[in-house]
């Protein structure tokens, strides 16, 4: 099936139905649904047969049906293609023209095989219509017919005689009068049904009249006479109506010079008769043909012209395309190399990001941990100057215990144990106030050795109690000791005063070093308070980077969908130039078939 006939019946299948049935039908046995059918290509008959027979089954319409329908809009499409088919009076003289037209289409597209259809009247509004082709599309025929009288504005009736094997014959009984014969009775009986020369007519007339006339005139007595009167005139008749025919051999090579597509000679005949008017007719018919093939073969000199300068514009289409094509999928390999790139590093900072979120959550924790300990730091201070009051009071119970040591002085011999406890007491607390200082100087862990030292200085505190107690308890049995401890009492109260006085600089400098580290953990928490602002910040980064990555996405599909484009742009020049090349060898072929005509 060639491709021009495929290509109508698609297009009407479109029409009638809708492009997604047509789509499937064609996708169901591997063609683009964008296909183009080329004039001159074969389609296998098969595949044409198993895309209508999913249409069929797709629209819920019979086989024979979808054909019929498709026939008849058919009729339309080829108009459209083909309006000079149609240039006819009537439907019986469009019909008539098919084989002429399926000759033409033969003459055109080697290997077409449309259907052998002949029509031949029977009467003045009957006709027997043959429909012959080996694809037996008979509903197709019925189609094409309904859209033909549909067309010529025409009813017809139509009556099936035979159908058999690759045969369809039809009786037609038109609307109007199909053919027009008149029979010229005289001519007719002048020839007596095998006389065929002219002279001869003339001859045959002229001695009937004569001896019609000559038995009035002088009737049959004398025979001699009688004959020659008789046979003189019709032969004279015959040979001057043979002489005055003889421009009838010329007219006719004429004649059949044009049939022969022959239009170079000129000529010309002198009869003074219609003769010389007949000849000047078809002097008049070869000149206007002449002129027509002139024209002709001009236009397609230029159609030749306008395909060369179309091929030579289609191939730099095609290789710009193609060119196109290159740089368009560079440019989705691109993106989709800035898609995938920019979602890496959005996911990069995403990570960084939660990274960020994790130290600040760590510094927020800090922050708090570090008011906790300024908060201890500052107890802690409070505690030590607690310490030194107490200290202090304990340096007036000494002073006390001095006067009264003088009193008991006696009674306070055995006070040596008492006042080497409170000697190590002081070596202790000495010790500790000093580990209080680098402990407040070194600020590690908020604070938390002086809290330590502090725990120290309250158990030495309790075990001082303890030794006052005992040094209680002793003082009744060892009154008579108490001169000497008082002298070292003295002694020891001048020591302790000292480190008192110490004491009070440790708790200065526990003062300063709290001062220090609540400044280091303000500007610690305004860096934190920071450092959450500044996360935010790169969170709404983080945020924009993905949505460029989202826009990258879509630029990248974006991009592979013009590359596609481009491709099936690239594709569809392919097919132009392709059919550009076949509609060059449809203008060589004209040409070639006007080189018939010798103008």
């Known amino acids: 099936m060639k491709g021009t006939v495929v290509a109508t019946w698609i297009k009407t299948c479109r029409k009638l139905y809708n492009d997604d049935v047509v789509d499937r039908a064609m996708s169901s046995i591997g063609w683009k649904n964008s296909k183009i059918f080329s004039p001159i290509e074969n389609v296998d008959d098969d595949d044409v047969k198993k895309v209508m027979s999913y249409i069929s089954n797709d629209v819920n319409v019979s086989l024979g049906q979808l054909w019929r329908n498709i026939g008849k809009d058919n009729i339309q499409s080829f108009f459209n293609d083909f309006p000079s088919f149609f240039e006819h009076e009537n439907l019986y003289s469009f019909l008539r023209s098919l084989y002429d037209i399926h000759l033409e289409m033969v003459k055109k597209f080697p290997g077409a095989k449309p259907p052998l259809i002949s029509i031949e009247p029977i009467s003045d509004r009957k006709a027997i219509f043959t429909y012959k082709s080996n694809r037996e599309m008979f509903d197709y025929a019925f189609g094409l017919i309904d859209g033909s009288a549909e067309f010529f504005k025409e009813k017809l009736n139509i009556k099936e005689i035979e159908r058999k094997s690759g045969f369809l014959k039809l009786e037609f009984n038109f ?35 004569s001896i019609i006339s000559n038995i009035f005139l002088i009737g049959v007595k ?40 022959n239009y170079t000679e000129e000529k010309r005949i002198v009869t003074g008769d219609f003769f010389e008017d007949i000849f000047e007719l078809l002097k008049e018919h070869r000149n206007v043909i002449r002129a027509d093939f002139t024209n002709f073969k001009g236009v397609t000199d230029e159609m030749n012209t306008f395909v060369a300068n179309i091929n030579n514009i289609s191939d730099s289409m095609k290789a710009t ?43 927020n924790n800090n922050k708090e941990e570090l008011e906790k300990a300024v ?9 030590v100057e607690n310490s030194s009051k107490n200290i202090f009071e304990t340096l007036q119970k000494f002073q006390e215990v001095k006067n009264k040591g003088i009193e008991l002085e006696e009674k306070a011999k055995n006070i040596n ?4 406890i409170v000697s190590g007491i002081s070596e202790q607390t000495n010790l500790l106030a000093l580990n209080a200082s680098i402990e407040a100087a070194r600020a590690g862990e908020a604070g938390r050795g002086f809290t330590v030292v502090a725990e120290e200085v309250r158990e030495l505190a309790e075990e001082t109690q303890n030794a006052v107690k005992d040094i209680n308890q002793n003082l009744a049995e060892f009154v008579s000791e108490i001169k000497l401890l008082v002298e070292k009492i003295g002694n020891q109260y001048n020591v ?33 308070n920071d450092l959450d602002k500044e996360s935010g910040y790169i969170l709404k980064i983080s945020d924009n980077i993905e949505s460029l990555s989202a826009i990258a996405e879509e630029n990248s599909a974006s991009s592979e969908e013009v590359s596609a484009s481009v491709s099936s742009y690239t594709s569809e020049i392919k097919n132009l130039i392709g059919n550009i090349s076949n509609f060059k060898k449809t203008t060589e072929e004209f040409k070639n078939e006007l080189s018939k005509y010798k103008i």
């Open 222 to 261: 004398n025979i001699p006479v009688f004959l020659l009167a008789t046979i003189i005139p019709p032969v004279a008749s015959a040979l001057a109506v043979s002489l005055l025919m003889r421009p009838k051999d010329l007219i006719k090579e004429e004649i059949k010079i044009i049939n022969d597509n």
């Open 321 to 363: 395309s193609e060119d196109i094509s290159g740089v368009v999928e560079q440019m989705a390999d691109g993106a989709v190399s800035q898609a995938e790139m920019t979602q890496e590093a959005a996911s990069a900072l995403n990570n960084n990001v939660e990274t960020l979120k994790n130290i600040v959550d760590s510094e």
């Open 417 to 420: 144990n008492i006042v080497s």
């Open 496 to 528: 302790l005063e000292n480190e008192t006085i110490s004491l009070e600089k440790v708790r200065d400098i526990s003062l300063d070093a709290a001062n220090s580290i609540q400044e280091v953990s303000s500007t610690m928490i305004k860096t934190i």
């Open 175 to 209: 609307e109007k009068d199909i053919y027009y014969k008149k029979v010229y009775n005289f001519n007719k009986l002048l020839s007596f049904g095998f006389v065929k020369s002219i002279p001869a007519k003339v001859g045959i007339f002229t001695i009937i009249i």
């Open 375 to 383: 908060h201890k730091i500052n107890n802690s201070y409070e505690n």
